[in-house]
T-cell receptor, first 117, second 116 residues
Framework: SAVISQKPSRDICQRGTSLTIQCQVDSQVTMMFWYRQQPGQSLTLIATANQGSEATYESGFVIDKFPISRPNLTFSTLTVSNMSPEDSSIYLCSVGDGLSSTNEKLFFGSGTQLSVL | EDQVTQSPEALRLQEGESSSLNCSYT??????LFWYRQDPGKGPEFLFT???AGEEKEKERLKATLTKKESFLHITAPKPEDSATYLC?????????????????FGQGTILTVHP
């Protein structure tokens, strides 16, 4: 299985600022996904990031708020912009099964716990 | 819209007391049903993917089964180290634009506590 490293693991930020979360994978993967897990709730997909194309955002999430970069097949970043306390959450990077597009297995990083004051 | 409902929300077991977790789903087209385990402060850990009704998969004390409307995660003779939140998710099929391939819709999870 892929080994996924997320940075930072946690951060406390002031409202109005931005935070960039990094996701590094130890092998090349076609598809990378960003999820949010709000306190006491389950995971919600923010966007799908494929290398060489614009990220695809789910309903309720917009690029201006959550810009994503995917410069190569092993790395992606998610920025949480102009933060408010409602953005306090765990943000998780997920990758598919190598260079396969079938994604029969999906793996998750350990997450970034964000608190906005 | 795809929906996933897990029950119970929380389950307390004594060590060795077998039980089952339920995952009911409503989807427009199921490509796969995933089970994950999540420990506090960590990301979900992949357990199983099931694709068709009647399919079963096992891993140590866990066995996952799938019907057309629900999936069960059976835990046989659990140990305290099995304590975790178990998440169920359905995977959307490929759409015309290919952008939803791999998207998972998660249930709320079942918090399992196994007492020694």
């Amino acid at each position: 299985s892929a080994v996924i490293s997320q940075k930072p693991s946690r951060d406390i930020c002031q409202r109005g600022t931005s935070l960039t979360i990094q996701c590094q994978v130890d092998s090349q993967v076609t598809m990378m996904f960003w999820y949010r897990q709000q306190p006491g709730q389950s995971l919600t997909l923010i966007a799908t990031a494929n290398q060489g194309s614009e990220a695809t955002y789910e309903s309720g999430f917009v690029i201006d708020k959550f810009p994503i970069s995917r410069p190569n097949l092993t790395f992606s970043t998610l920025t949480v912009s102009n933060m408010s306390p409602e953005d306090s959450s765990i943000y998780l990077c997920s990758v598919g099964d190598g260079l396969s597009s079938t994604n029969e297995k999906l793996f998750f990083g350990s997450g970034t716990q964000l608190s906005v004051l | 819209e795809d929906q996933v409902t897990q029950s119970p929300e929380a389950l307390r077991l004594q060590e060795g007391e077998s039980s089952s977790l339920n995952c009911s789903y409503t989807v427009s087209g199921l490509r796969g049903l995933f089970w994950y385990r999540q420990d506090p402060g960590k990301g979900p850990e992949f357990l199983f993917t099931l694709y068709s009704a009647g399919e079963e998969k096992e891993k140590e004390r866990l066995k996952a089964t799938l019907t057309k409307k629900e999936s069960f995660l059976h835990i046989t003779a659990p140990k305290p180290e099995d304590s975790a939140t178990y998440l169920c998710a359905v995977q959307a099929p490929l759409n015309a634009g290919g952008t939803s391939y791999g998207k998972l819709t998660f249930g709320q999870g079942t918090i399992l506590t196994v007492h020694p």
